[in-house]
């Protein structure tokens, strides 16, 4: 009987260690969304998994709903599919610190206001008349409205247009305005998320006056000079134009007759003053160092090989988890830097999508601005291997994985064996 109570031991330990009970904790994340749009509008909520690069759609059935998330992940979460003339609050991170409680989150969804104003180019002022034609990505002609001094775009029945919130659209003339050349097609891009802290986005669409039409302005009258011509140049003796005695008159006196000779003419001349102009003192040139201090950063993503990967979604967020740069990478570096790049704060790089056959196994990359003089900035650099060889290398881990609780049960068997053996032995000696 001791011997069937010591296999039954020794067999639930080697299976136990064989295949350990899996163990999975989540959290859950309630999402709130506030803001008077429509009711029957359907919005989804997007959820990225940083650690492995993907992402889920998550509908939304009400203005409060639950889901479930993985401990200790990080995520970015945004609203998507919004109603037209409605934009949401920016995207934000879950870490890994916040994601060990349950979480709420509230989004609020803003209307989008988009103002076009038609401007000459020159006082910069509105001008009327003409034309405006709105049209979609795919180049349709959208409708057709008039400029608006308060920049309103009512469509055909006269409510105005809604915009949709990360869509683009293309602005051009229908019907020039007189005097005026017609303008040029210009390029609309609605952000996807709220970047103007509620004011409207405004459009200039400006306009040239025609060449030919352009108003000469007044000229001024020209200055009135006397020149008076001396009978013979007077070099070296005071300025005759000054103190010049008054002519006194006469009669004309008949010129007496004399024998035509041949003599050359010289014209009169006419003395112009000269002018002396000081000669400027020399400056001494001083050399003006910059210490025009920058803060920023270059982000650029690399393969093995140490090129370039185009096509990549990169973001980067500041220490409360907002997005203030975002970018798809190609084949130069990025410089963040700018107004919402503060001295001193930390910010966090990280890879929304990968490039297209690459697997986004990229690690978040946390960076401290310091503001330096110069042009150089800090490097960060950011490495992504292609989708198979990231799987040859899962696969490796797993053998390895494997090979270990292999080991490790076969080390509990013999502890587990001897055990046996030594409880049979001691079992044999109380009975003798």
């Given at each position: 009987m001791n011997r069937m109570r010591a296999a039954l031991v020794c067999f639930?330990?080697?299976?136990?260690?064989?295949?350990?009970?899996?163990?999975?904790?989540t959290v859950s994340l309630t999402v709130i969304v506030e803001g008077e749009y429509p009711a029957e509008s359907e919005l989804s909520l997007k959820l990225v998994d940083l650690k492995e690069g993907t992402e889920r759609v998550e509908t939304?059935?009400?203005?409060?709903?639950?889901?479930?998330?993985?401990?200790?992940?990080?995520?970015?979460?945004?609203?998507?599919?919004?109603?037209?003339?409605?934009?949401?609050?920016?995207?934000?991170?879950?870490?890994?610190?916040?994601?060990?409680?349950d979480l709420e989150k509230t989004f609020q969804l803003n209307p989008l206001e988009v103002r076009i104003m038609q401007y000459d180019a020159g006082p910069e002022t509105f001008l009327g008349g003409g034309e405006l034609v709105l049209r979609d990505e795919s180049d349709e002609e959208i409708f057709a409205f008039a400029p608006d001094e308060e920049g309103r775009v009512l469509d055909e029945e006269g409510n105005p247009f809604l915009f949709e919130a990360g869509a683009s659209y293309i602005l051009a003339q229908k019907e020039s305005v007189p005097g005026y050349e017609r303008g040029c097609e210009q390029l609309i891009l609605i952000p996807e998320f709220m970047e103007h802290n509620g004011e409207p986005l405004t459009v200039e669409y400006?306009?040239?006056?025609?060449?030919?039409?352009e108003e000469?302005?007044?000229?001024?009258?020209?200055?009135?000079?006397?020149?008076?011509?001396?009978?013979?140049?007077?070099?070296?003796?005071?300025?005759?134009?000054?103190n010049e005695p008054e002519e006194e008159e006469s009669l004309p006196e008949t010129?007496?007759?004399?024998?035509?000779?041949?003599?050359?003419?010289?014209?009169?001349?006419?003395?112009?003053?000269?002018?002396?102009l000081s000669r400027p003192a020399d400056k001494e040139s001083a050399k003006i160092e910059n210490r025009i201090e920058r803060a920023g950063f270059v982000v650029r993503l690399l393969n093995e090989e140490g090129k370039h990967i185009p096509g990549a979604s990169i973001a980067v967020l500041d220490e409360n988890g907002?997005?203030?740069?975002?970018?798809?990478?190609?084949?130069?570096?990025?410089?963040?830097?700018?107004?919402?790049?503060?001295?001193?704060?930390?910010?966090?790089?990280?890879?929304?999508?990968?490039?297209?056959?690459f697997s986004g196994a990229v690690i978040d990359i946390e960076h401290t601005v310091k503001a330096k003089p110069g042009d150089s900035l800090p490097v960060i650099e950011?490495?992504?291997?292609?989708?198979?060889?990231?799987?040859?290398l899962q696969k490796t881990e797993t053998v390895k994985k494997t090979v270990n609780y292999a080991l490790y049960a076969c080390i509990a068997a013999a502890v587990c064996i001897c055990a046996a053996v030594a409880a049979v032995c001691l079992s044999g000696r109380h009975k003798h």
């Open positions: 639930t330990l080697i299976q136990s260690t064989i295949h350990p009970l899996p163990k999975q904790d939304l059935d009400s203005e409060t709903c639950t889901f479930e998330l993985r401990k200790g992940r990080e995520y970015l979460a945004c609203l998507k599919d919004c109603p037209p003339g409605f934009i949401p609050e920016e995207e934000f991170l879950i870490n890994k610190a916040e994601s060990t409680k400006e306009l040239e006056k025609l060449s030919g039409e000469q302005p007044d000229q001024a009258p020209l200055p009135f000079y006397e020149i008076r011509r001396i009978a013979q140049p007077l070099y070296g003796e005071t300025d005759p134009f000054l010129p007496p007759q004399i024998t035509a000779v041949p003599v050359s003419v010289q014209p009169s001349a006419v003395r112009i003053p000269e002018v002396y907002r997005t203030v740069d975002q970018w798809q990478s190609n084949d130069q570096d990025h410089v963040v830097e700018g107004s919402s790049i503060k001295d001193g704060s930390t910010y966090t790089v990280h890879m929304v999508k990968p490039a297209e056959g950011l490495s992504d291997v292609p989708v198979k060889k990231q799987k040859a």
